[in-house]
Nanobody, 116 residues
């Protein structure tokens, strides 16, 4: 079955960095766009970055553009999100997502907390 497992979250001070990972299985990973979303308490889930199957097309939300880098390793079936210059506004649960046909699959999420 399709599985997306996020890791790499944690508590970081403002200005710090984190690298999130999303390990995928159960589908032909190298054929699909993968996205990172986040959801802060009381807010709607928002897409922060996406990367196409071959990594040639990448999009970022304005909220993270210039501070984040999404990448993928199709051999390892893993997508990464490097986030720098973190602020308290980046505090959220970060989710990995893939759309297979008409079905969205999500990981369990990883908590990122930015606080001093």
């Amino acid at each position: 079955q399709v599985q997306l497992v996020e890791s790499g979250g944690g508590l970081v001070q403002p200005g710090g960095s984190l690298r999130l990972s999303c390990a995928a299985s159960g589908f032909p990973f190298s054929s699909y766009t993968v996205s990172w979303y986040r959801q802060a308490p009381g807010k709607q889930r928002e897409r922060v970055a996406e990367i196409t199957s071959n990594g040639r097309t990448i999009n970022y939300a304005d909220s993270v553009k210039g501070r984040s880098t999404i990448s993928r390793d199709n051999r390892k079936k893993t997508v990464y999100l490097q986030m720098n210059s973190l602020t308290p506004e980046d505090t959220a649960v970060y989710y990995c997502n893939v759309l297979l046909g008409s079905v969205n699959f999500w990981g369990q999420g990883t908590q990122v907390t930015v606080s001093s």
